[in-house]
């Protein structure tokens, strides 16, 4: 009989993620803030320069994991929407260029999902999807997609009215790219049913963990981007003003409601529209009360 994971094995998983983060972890009180954030920019690197190697076909697949809000997805579209490789076949419609598909799916439309991008110039990435962990089916499905084998054959094994009506075969080759975007920390699963799942799938594709396991280096990537991507530069906010930003964030990390980029564009949106009163205003709306 298949085991099926429950929601509560993948709720337990992610806060294993949640609590091992908040460990004291060994190389972080060896490195300055300097050489993390030097760390962390060569891991960013590392996952542009393997979404381009997936984009060009040299890389099957691709696993990213790291807290939410540090700028995963972003990375990965970046270089995804930019130098398009697909404009010789934008007429074709059989060729896709690449869909990021978020939230719950069912295998079987998983399964449709993977068909539909199955040409050697589509990609297709799941970001945040990691309810097709909870079923046997859907894992089996994608562990067959992310595979590093030359041939990656994918099968439906019973009757389905809704395939055939869509003409949707029983199997067929994957010869797409896949990267699966992921908040859960596979080495830090203790639950076994779990983490003999995530095994399979690390062991089938590049696995790529970011390393941001600390409140420290959570912040210390909030000012790499603000200082070295210009993270607020759309702003009409001095220089002094962004630094603020990012003082007034990192003086209150364990009040704020998270930590990460999407909060920083929070209090920078308040610090614009309302800047007599912005401390008040991102006490009330961004953070927990004392």
Known sequence: MARVMTSAMLAQATQETKS???EPIKKTLTETDEEIMARLANR?????DMTRAVKKGDVRSMIVTG???VGKSFGVEKVLSKHDVFADVANDSKLKKYEV???AMSAIGLYKKLYEFADKKSILVFDDCDSVLLDDLSLN?????????KKRMIHWNTDSRSLSQEGVPNSFEFKGGAIFITNIKFDHVRSKKLRDHLE??????HYLDLTIDTEREKLLRIKQVVRDADMLGAYDLTEEAKTEVVDFII???????ELSLRMVLKVADIRVSMPAKW???????????A
């Open 200 to 205: 399979a799938l690390e062991s089938r594709c």
């Open 279 to 289: 401390t008040s205003v991102v006490e009330v709306t961004c953070m927990r009360n």
């Open 67 to 69: 807290p939410p809000g």
């Open 141 to 149: 499905i994608l562990k067959a997609a992310l595979d590093s084998g």
């Open 101 to 103: 598909v978020k939230g």
């Open 251 to 257: 003086a209150n990390a364990n009040r704020m409601r």
């Open 20 to 22: 091992l983060a908040q």
């Open 44 to 48: 960013f690197e590392i996952l542009e």
